[in-house]
């Protein structure tokens, strides 16, 4: 059983499509996230949401929303997609934990190509 | 805010050989520390953390890291390389009360016969 499972595993697409990446995780975790990893290997958070509730939100456009429909699922959606938009979108979860010291579980990326 | 310091970002070993990559920490709050790998076309997979238990700490496929909080740094070692090491490495830190990750800029790791 995939513990993070992110669909598609690559999206090819053109400049200003609008296209959605789905992430559902079956850890009974409550805390979701999307990063970004860049052509670099560079990777950022995006987004993270706990129980639904959106609760880190980088300076991303806002041509990304992200959307979590319960607590195992969370997905990204991208309006009027960019060149500069082409990257590898991580899914994650993790335990809500106060002490900040809990792993991350990752999904396989989503390779997103924009041309 | 945390955050970590990789340098070097290609790093060649030869099998059998010590790997060795390092990592520094910068963090306002005690900081929990994870190395993380990635394997081509492939989502992280956590090698090891510190949450401040034991400062060196053992992990999957024979890696570890020992936790230095004189030198800010918290470096992943493997005694001898094997084949399969071949991967991008990358350090993360978090904060109390945040589980933000921060991650470094990674380290290719090439492993030569």
């Known amino acids: 059983d995939t513990a993070v499972s992110q669909t598609p595993k690559y999206l090819v697409t053109q400049m200003g499509n609008d296209k959605s990446i789905k992430c559902e995780q079956n850890?009974?975790?409550?805390?979701m996230y999307w990063y970004k990893q860049d052509s670099k290997k560079f990777l950022k958070i995006m987004f993270s949401?706990?129980?639904?509730?959106?609760?880190i939100n980088e300076t991303v456009p806002n041509r990304f929303s992200p959307k979590s429909p319960d607590k195992a699922h969370l997905n990204l959606h991208i309006n009027s997609l960019e060149l500069g938009d082409s990257a590898v979108y991580f899914c994650?979860?993790?335990?809500?934990?106060?002490?900040?010291?809990?792993?991350?579980?990752f999904g396989q990326g989503t390779r997103l190509t924009v041309v | 805010a945390q955050s970590v310091t990789q340098l070097g970002s290609h790093v060649s070993v030869s099998e059998g050989a010590l790997v060795l990559l390092r990592c520094n920490y910068s963090?306002?709050?005690?900081?929990?520390l994870f190395w993380y790998v990635q394997y081509p076309n492939q989502g992280l997979q956590l090698l090891l953390k510190?949450?401040?238990?034991?400062?060196l700490v053992k992990g999957i496929n024979g890696f570890e890291a020992e936790f230095k909080k004189s030198e800010t740094s918290f470096h992943l070692t493997k005694p001898s390389a094997h084949m399969s090491d071949a991967a991008e490495y990358f350090c993360?830190?978090?904060?109390?009360?945040?589980?933000?990750?921060?991650f470094g800029k990674g380290n290719q790791v090439v492993v030569i016969p």
């Open positions: 994650a979860s993790s335990q809500e934990n106060r002490g900040g010291n809990t792993e991350a579980f």
């Open positions: 949401y706990n129980n639904k509730e959106l609760i």
């Open positions: 963090s306002s709050v005690p900081p929990y």
């Open positions: 993360a830190v978090s904060g109390y009360g945040n589980n933000r990750l921060a």
């Open positions: 510190y949450t401040s238990a034991a400062t």
């Open positions: 850890l009974g975790h409550d805390t």
